[in-house]
């Protein structure tokens, strides 16, 4: 089975400082970096998304900002493919899906930002193409939303929304558990 990992939108804007902070970033992109390491160690492919804001009124991931650059502790290596989307789905209207078939990638690591939205759906997505897909769930982090009224902690999204994607979706794991599953051999 061939891996790749999926490194979403771990992006300046989503950091303390940010123009859209998110609680837990810097804890999500340090095992998200333990993750990488894994990845760059035993040469297997490795993509970053990054999120580019071209809709009318966006007030983060703005073109040429310090907010839109991926995180220092995530930085790409000049051999590591970088893909740039406008969308949650980092498949939509992208060469994701062209990538994975080419290097006949069947199985993907995903860890990244926001939990409750690009990488649910980035998962959702790629279940549906047939990939086999592990959600990193410490190193994704997300943010409070408020629904009719009422405040739902970013904990509560996060868990709501990764308890979704292991209900079909996803095999959802800490960094430790999906380690010991790509560390078996096959």
Do not use: W
Not at 30 to 55: D, G
Not at 64 to 74: A, C, L, P, R
Not at 101 to 114: A, S
């Amino acid at each position: 089975m061939k891996t790749a990992l999926i490194l979403i939108d771990i992006q300046n804007d989503y950091f303390p400082n940010g123009k859209m902070e998110l609680e837990g970033s810097v804890e999500a992109s340090l095992q998200a970096q333990q993750m990488l390491t894994y990845f760059r160690e035993q040469q297997l492919p490795v993509v970053h998304i990054q999120h580019i804001s071209v809709r009318p009124g966006a007030a983060f991931f703005l073109p040429e900002t310090e907010g839109v650059k991926i995180h220092s502790h995530v930085q790409p290596l000049a051999d590591e493919l970088m893909i740039q989307k406008h969308y949650p789905n980092s498949f939509r209207e992208t060469c994701l899906l062209e990538y994975l078939q080419q290097k006949q990638i069947t199985r993907l690591v995903l860890c990244g930002m926001m939990t409750h939205i690009c990488v649910e759906a980035t998962t959702r997505a790629a279940f549906d193409y047939g990939f086999e897909c592990l959600v990193v769930h410490d190193a994704c982090a997300t943010r409070s939303l408020s629904f009719q009224s009422e405040m739902i902690p970013a904990r509560q999204v996060h868990g709501a929304f990764l308890a979704a994607l292991a209900s079909t979706y996803a095999n959802v794991l800490s960094v430790e558990e999906a380690l010991l599953i790509l560390k078996k051999p096959e």
